[in-house]
Structures are given as structure tokens and as C-alpha cells.
């Protein structure tokens, strides 16, 4: 093991030496103060007497596993501050998330690096430790010398997360701000891991992550909770962030959430959002849950039955943003009607000239919004199908359901 | 107003599961046995115990699961979040251990159990132990909660045979709600017994770890509460049905110590062969069930409690150490079953101590916790609430010591 490293929990208890090498004290915890630095340890309390004291990171010598030595005795008392982070009291046994290993974790014990600056000993925080070994340094800290825990943890193997991974999890908005903790770190994850990782908080907890995290990511990740998880946290947070959550999910997507809500709530976030996405939501609220309606969503493409190949690549290049996994084209006539379905690859073989229902696929398989969700996922087991037309009662195309809209249905059961 | 009933209603139903299983796992092998020597021995003078008992257990599990509904985490989160690490490392050393004894006991049911029905022990216990084994970690959440369900219904068996047994209902009703104390050692490490095989550690652990997982908030934490209590009282229910069915076959016709709740059943023989098929039948369903539940909730407590990755839904890589414990609780448990001189019943009387000494802490951490204002906002208890729940408290310390007392005598003189 390398000499440059020191453990929180060997800091905590080690002594502290002035000038003239008498002991003044035991240190109980350290401090960082992440908007000056969010590495070094800044400030090191320390116990002796009556109270607590503070010592700046640069009125230190040298820091060993024998104690700390000062070069400056000038020490002011502690008061508590609400721009540092404390190690002991903050930090650890608490909850991270490790954006690495895209899991929660709890912190066991810190690793810091002993470097020097300017001619004298820093601290600066390597490591956040979680396994075996971390467990075992706690349990025996104080019992034992700490060299001798040393030696004795070295056949335990290590499990640590480096600290430029850890996010803090902090309910409270201002001490956030105060401690420079953001949602960048976690906006990295893949929403469907963050989904797994929120699931696993507790509801306060949750909520201070959609509270800091990008809209757009909040929506992707929601997307992917569990649905009476979703109700909770959507109806934890101030509206107004709700709506926009909402607005940036697909309106299938925000039409289950919503229709999860007390139905004040749900009207309340309808109202603060935007009128485009609104009227498509609320279309689809007026759904049962288990039916074709209630599955399926209004994002799809939709061309004139007169319209040629060539049309449809140019209406699709113009489009903003075409829905994701595209891969089919439906057809209406002059009345709105369903009239064909075409699928993408045959528009990409043709020539441009070709009439879209020449390319239309025969007997397309439709089903009207009413029908039971047991049937649509029977219909597109039996016809192999990625995506499938849903009509109202005069025949209009009303949705498009889609296979992984099959797919959560399935697995819900 | 119907419309409003029917939503509760569908609220509860949605919330059913974790009172009920644990307060039906309460009612595990070692408090079977409990239950049929108090009845064996003394008749209907005990069941006055019990509507205090169903008191002190819907306090304490009230408060787990209000726990639970509100911070969204396990008791072992908030012990070590709260009290550090050491504090935690000790409580869940004491929990292996008394958690362990409790399924040594349950397999030791499974295998006294069948051997009524002539099924050796060594086709029974290996059965058993491979069947919770796959039952946990191949089967999914909702599959497994169904499961335990089912379980949690076959304990009607034991109402079935009280019935069976025709017992003095007039006695039961009347001994039910008047008190009797003999001063003789013997009732008195009887109702000392009964109270303290019925609030167990590993329950409060267990019940606020479900919750959690249930995913209750405080919305539907009314129905929760309402929930945890129709468990504790189905269990009293199931405990009342046991001690009668003693006392009707065996206690009217030559009041005596029973050797184990199989010796029990064997004496509801007389009384036909349902009565003791069914008493049998409870005996096995209960102890398999506890035996499924105990080594989960173990292995999920501590691994959550020190911070390593837990739960069915992880592959064995990523929590490794979570499924190395539940497996070796389930090894070990089973295994001593099959050793022929296994000192069992020192081993429970042990676990007994162990289990006494590590109450009052998780109890009164729970108060702790519980008032906690950081943790619990606006549900902390009410000043009314925790006087009630400090009483509760100190009963049960004072005569789970003297439970410890009691099992320290006889582990010396045995």
C-alpha cells in the first residue's frame, strides 16, 4: 500500500501538534468547501477542551499516521457553515449515487491522497470506500493501532468509487447550491439506469433528483419508473417542473403517467403545460388503460394516399424530428382515413417517382381504439408486427401503437 | 361515499402483504410450540395473554411500517444512517446469529412435521432447504409476495383443527378476557414465553424492509396501518385456535409438558384423524414458510445495513455477498437438522438469549428513530402515542429479560 494515502477513518482520532509539539487536540472531522475546491480538504476540525477548533488547510505542516503537525497556531473555534461539506457528519454511512458503476451505494469510509502544496501537507479526497474492507477499517477503528489495521485489511479486497463519480444526494435545494452539487453528472447515465437508481432512493431523495436534473433527461428517466413511483414523484414536485417533465415525454408516455395521478393533480400539471402537447395528452386520457387507445401514441408519420416516394423522403427530411425507431409510414385519404400502411425499407428502394400505395403493404392489420389490450398484443404475436394503426369508429388513423409498448405490457403481468 | 370506500378498499388490497406475512411468520415453529405447551399444560388459564400480546405487537409493527411508508427505508438504513456503522456491525452480528437459530428451529419443524406422515428427515430437510432456496432466488418479486400469500392462508389449518377438537368454548371465551395468575414458575415462564416468542427483531426488520419494497408512501399509509393490524390480529386469531385445540385434546384429559408441536398434533390423535393431519399439516406449512422468509430477510437486512449490494434481482456477481449469506443461513439451518446429536434445544434456548439481549436495542432505536423529526416531518408519535409506545417498550424488555434469565437457568442445568 502506498504511504501517500490516509483514511477518513484514521483521520478522525489522529492528534493534532502546535509549534512547540504539545498535543492540543484530536481531530473529529474535515471538512471540504466544494465551490472553492472540491477535492482538498479545507478545513479540519478539531477536539480539545471545551470546544471544537478549526484549522485551515494551510496552517498545516505535515500530516502522518502519527498525528498532524501545524506550522501556524493562529486557530480560530469552529462554527458550523453551510457551504462545507463534513466528511464524518455529511458523508459518511450515507447514500451516494456511483455514477460509474450506475448504482446507489452507502459510504463506508474515504480515501485521501497526502500531497503537498507549497511546502506542506494537503489532503485531498481520492476515493469513496463501499466493501468488505471499508466495513472491517470501521468496525475495528479505535480498537486497534492504526497500523496494525493496515496490515490486517490487506487480504480483504478493496471496493471504492473514484470521487470524481460520487454524487451526492442533498434534499435541500439551497445547501445544493451552497455545496455545488448539479445534475451533470447524472444527465451521463442512461435514463433507464437513472429510472433504476431513483427507484432505489427514498421519496425525498427522488424528488431532489428530478429537481436537479435537465428536464428532457427527467422525462426520459420517468419514462422508465415504475408507475406508482412515477404518481409519487411527480406529485412531489412543484408543478410547474412537473408540466415540463411531462411536456418533454411522449404523449402516450405522459398520458400513463397522468392518468397514475389524483385527477386535481394531473388537471393542475395539464394546465401549466404548453396547448400543442396538452390537447394531445388529454386526447388520450379519455382512454381505458387496457385498450389499443390507452397503448397507443400520436408520434408517427402520416402522408396523403396521392403522395409519391419522393414526397414522403422530403416531408421526412423536413419534419424536426422524426419519432424515434421509425420505421413505418401510414397512409390516410381525404377524410382522414387509414389507407395504407408502407413500410420505411420499401421507401428506401424506391425510385422517387413511385405512388406511396404501390409500395403499401396488402391486407394491413388495423384495430379500432376500443379493442382490449390482450388482443393487440395476440395481433402482433400472430403478424409479426413493429408497429400497428389504431382507427376510431369512422375508420380516422387515432394512434400508432408500437412493439415496445407490446413489450411493456408483457412484462407487467 | 361508495366510490370513496371502494378506492380504500382497492388501496388495501393493493397494500396487503407485509403486516399479514409478517405477523404470520411470527407464528413460526418455536411459537407453535410455545403455544401448544401453554395450552398442554395449563388449559385455557393462558389465553388472557393474548389480547395484551396482539397490543404490544400492533404498537411495535405500527411503527416499523409507519417507518418504512415514510422515509422509504429499511430499519438497518436508518440504524446505521443514524447510529454509524459499529452500532449497525453489532446489532446485525446478533441478528445472524439469533436469525439462524430461528431457522435452524424452523427446519427442525419441517423435519419433526413430516415424520408424522413417515417422511425421513433426510429426503425431508434437503427437499425443503433446495425448494426455499429456488423458490427465492429464481421467482420474481410478485411471484414470490403470491406465494407466501397462499402460505399465510394454509394457516386456517390450525382454526380447522381447533374446531375439530371440540373444545370448552365457554371456558375459552371466559379465560380469553379474565386474567389468572398462578404463582407457579412454571405458568409464569409460560406467559413469559408466549410474550417473548411474539415480538421478535427480525420482524421489525423484515416488516419495514417490505413496506419499502411495496413501495407504500404516505398516501396509502392509513390502509397500511390498517393492514399491520388486521395481521397481528389474525395471528392472535391463529395462536388462540392453537392453544385451545392443546387444551381441548390434551390438557381435559391429562395436563402434561409436550416434547415439541409435533408431540402436540400426536395428541390431537383421539380426536380424530383430521384434527391431527391438519395440526401436522400447519406445523410443516408454517415452518417451511418461516424458513423461506427468515434467511431472505437476513440476508437483506444486514447486506443493507453495511452497504453491500442486495436483492433476487441482482445476478449473483453483483451481490455476491448478499447471496453467500442466504445460502449458507439455509446450509447451516438445515445441515445441523441432519447432524444426529445437534444440541437443538440448547441452540434455542440460546437463541433465545441472544434474541433478548438484542430486542431492547432495536426497540428503542425504533422509538429513537420514530421521533426523529429530520426523518419523519409531521408523523413522528404523538406525545400520547409514545407514552404508550415507551410502556409497551419496557414490558417487553422487562419480561423478555426475564426470558433470558429463564433460558440461562435451564441452558445450565441442561
Known amino acids: ?413 | 361515499m361508495l366510490k370513496r370506500l371502494r378506492y380504500h378498499i382497492a388501496v388495501f388490497f393493493s397494500v396487503i402483504g407485509p403486516g399479514f406475512i409478517t405477523a404470520m411468520v411470527d407464528n413460526d415453529a418455536g411459537g407453535i410450540y410455545t403455544y401448544s405447551q401453554a395450552g398442554a399444560r395449563f388449559g385455557y388459564l393462558p389465553l388472557w395473554t393474548l389480547i395484551p400480546i396482539t397490543l404490544l405487537l400492533i404498537v411495535t409493527q405500527e411503527m416499523c411500517s409507519r417507518m418504512g411508508a415514510v422515509t422509504g427505508k429499511g430499519l438497518s438504513d436508518l440504524i446505521r444512517e443514524e447510529f454509524g456503522l459499529r452500532v449497525t456491525f453489532l446489532v446485525m452480528t446478533a441478528l445472524v446469529v439469533t436469525n439462524l437459530t430461528n431457522i435452524m428451529a424452523n427446519f427442525a419443524g419441517i423435519a419433526s412435521s413430516l415424520e408424522l406422515f413417515h417422511v425421513s428427515r433426510y429426503i425431508s430437510v434437503p427437499l425443503a432447504a433446495a425448494a426455499v432456496w429456488l423458490l427465492i432466488v429464481k421467482g420474481t418479486y410478485h411471484g414470490v409476495e403470491k406465494v407466501f400469500l397462499i402460505a399465510c392462508t394454509l394457516y386456517v389449518c390450525y382454526i380447522i383443527s381447533g374446531v375439530l377438537v371440540e373444545p370448552n368454548w365457554k371456558e375459552a371465551a371466559i379465560y380469553s378476557v379474565r386474567p389468572v395468575l398462578l404463582l407457579e414458575p412454571a405458568y409464569i415462564t409460560i406467559l413469559i414465553g408466549m410474550v417473548g416468542t411474539s415480538v421478535a427483531p427480525w420482524m421489525q426488520f423484515y416488516l419495514q424492509a417490505a413496506v419499502v419494497e411495496k413501495g407504500v408512501t404516505e398516501k396509502e399509509y392509513r390502509e397500511s396501518r390498517i393492514e399491520v393490524i388486521v395481521g397481528c390480529v389474525a395471528m392472535t386469531v391463529i395462536a388462540f385456535f392453537i392453544i385451545i385445540a392443546c387444551a381441548g385434546a390434551i390438557w381435559t384429559r391429562n395436563p402434561r409438558d409436550i416434547a415439541g408441536a409435533a408431540d402436540a398434533a400426536l395428541g390431537l390423535r383421539p380426536f380424530g384423524r383430521y384434527a391431527f393431519l391438519l395440526f401436522a399439516a400447519g406445523l410443516f406449512n408454517a415452518s417451511l414458510f418461516a424458513a423461506c422468509v427468515q434467511p431472505l430477510s437476513t440476508a437483506f437486512t444486514v447486506c443493507e445495513g453495511l452497504g453491500f449490494e442486495s436483492g433476487v434481482n441482482r445476478r449473483f456477481r453483483e451481490a455476491s455477498i448478499f447471496y453467500w449469506l442466504f445460502t449458507l443461513l439455509i446450509a447451516l439451518g438445515a445441515g445441523v437438522i441432519l447432524l444426529p446429536d445437534f444440541p437443538l434445544v440448547r441452540m434455542i434456548l440460546l437463541s433465545q438469549v441472544v434474541n433478548g439481549a438484542l430486542l431492547p436495542f432495536v426497540l428503542i432505536f425504533m422509538i429513537l428513530l420514530v421521533n426523529k423529526r429530520k426523518l419523519m416531518g409531521e408523523w413522528t408519535n404523538s406525545r400520547f402515542y409514545n407514552a404508550v409506545a415507551w410502556t409497551a417498550v419496557v414490558v417487553l424488555i422487562g419480561l423478555t429479560l426475564a426470558l433470558v434469565a429463564i433460558s440461562i437457568r435451564d441452558l445450565r442445568a441442561g
Open chain 1, 1 to 413: 500500500m502506498a504511504e501517500n494515502l490516509l483514511y477518513l477513518t484514521e483521520l478522525v482520532g489522529l492528534p493534532v501538534f502546535d509549534l512547540k509539539r504539545r498535543r492540543i487536540g484530536r481531530v473529529k472531522d474535515a471538512a471540504l468547501v466544494p465551490l472553492i475546491d472540491p477535492v482538498r480538504v479545507d478545513r479540519y476540525l478539531v477536539g480539545g477542551g471545551w470546544a471544537w477548533l478549526t484549522i485551515r488547510h494551510d496552517q498545516v505542516q505535515s500530516i502522518s499516521l502519527d498525528g498532524i503537525y501545524l506550522r501556524d497556531e493562529q486557530l480560530t473555534p469552529y462554527h458550523s457553515d453551510e457551504y462545507m461539506l463534513r466528511l464524518a457528519r455529511d458523508l459518511l454511512d450515507q447514500q451516494i449515487i456511483d455514477v460509474s458503476g450506475r448504482k446507489v451505494v452507502r459510504v463506508s469510509d474515504v480515501t485521501f491522497e497526502v500531497r503537498q502544496e507549497d511546502g506542506h501537507d494537503v489532503l485531498g479526497v481520492l476515493e469513496v470506500d463501499i466493501g468488505l474492507r471499508s466495513v472491517f477499517r470501521r468496525v475495528v477503528q479505535g480498537a486497534l493501532p492504526r497500523r496494525a489495521v493496515r496490515r490486517l485489511q490487506r487480504p480483504i479486497p478493496p471496493n471504492s468509487i473514484r470521487w470524481e463519480f460520487c454524487n451526492i444526494i442533498e434534499p435541500d435545494p439551497q445547501r445544493r447550491l451552497r455545496l455545488n452539487i448539479s445534475g451533470a453528472m447524472l444527465e451521463r447515465i442512461h435514463p433507464a439506469d437513472l429510472a433504476d437508481i431513483v427507484e432505489e432512493l427514498s421519496p425525498e431523495d427522488r424528488e431532489a433528483i428530478f429537481e436537479t436534473i435537465d428536464s428532457e433527461v427527467a422525462a426520459e428517466a420517468l419514462s422508465e419508473v415504475e408507475p406508482d413511483i412515477q404518481a409519487s414523484i411527480l406529485e412531489s414536485l412543484e408543478t410547474e417542473k412537473a408540466a415540463e417533465i411531462v411536456e418533454e415525454m411522449s404523449p402516450d408516455e405522459a398520458a400513463d403517467v397522468l392518468a397514475e395521478l389524483k385527477e386535481e393533480t394531473s388537471e393542475e400539471i395539464l394546465d401549466e403545460m404548453d396547448a400543442e402537447p396538452k390537447t394531445e395528452v388529454r386526447e388520450l386520457l379519455e382512454f381505458e388503460e387496457d385498450t389499443a387507445g390507452g397503448l397507443m401514441n400520436t408520434e408517427y408519420v402520416v402522408l396523403h394516399e396521392q403522395a409519391a416516394a419522393g414526397d414522403a423522403i422530403e416531408a421526412l427530411k423536413g419534419s424536426e424530428e422524426p419519432p424515434e425507431g421509425l420505421n413505418t409510414l401510414f397512409l390516410i385519404d381525404a377524410g382522414g382515413r387509414l389507407a395504407g400502411v408502407v413500410p420505411l425499407a420499401r421507401l428506401l428502394l424506391s425510385s422517387g417517382a413511385t405512388p406511396l400505395k404501390e409500395l403499401a403493404v396488402e391486407a394491413p392489420v388495423q384495430v379500432s381504439v376500443d379493442e382490449k389490450q390482450d388482443r393487440v398484443t395476440e395481433l402482433f404475436d400472430k403478424y409479426n408486427l413493429l408497429t400497428l394503426p389504431v382507427v376510431d369508429d369512422e375508420g380516422k388513423l387515432a394512434g400508432v401503437i408500437t412493439a415496445d409498448d407490446v413489450i411493456t405490457v408483457l412484462r407487467r403481468k
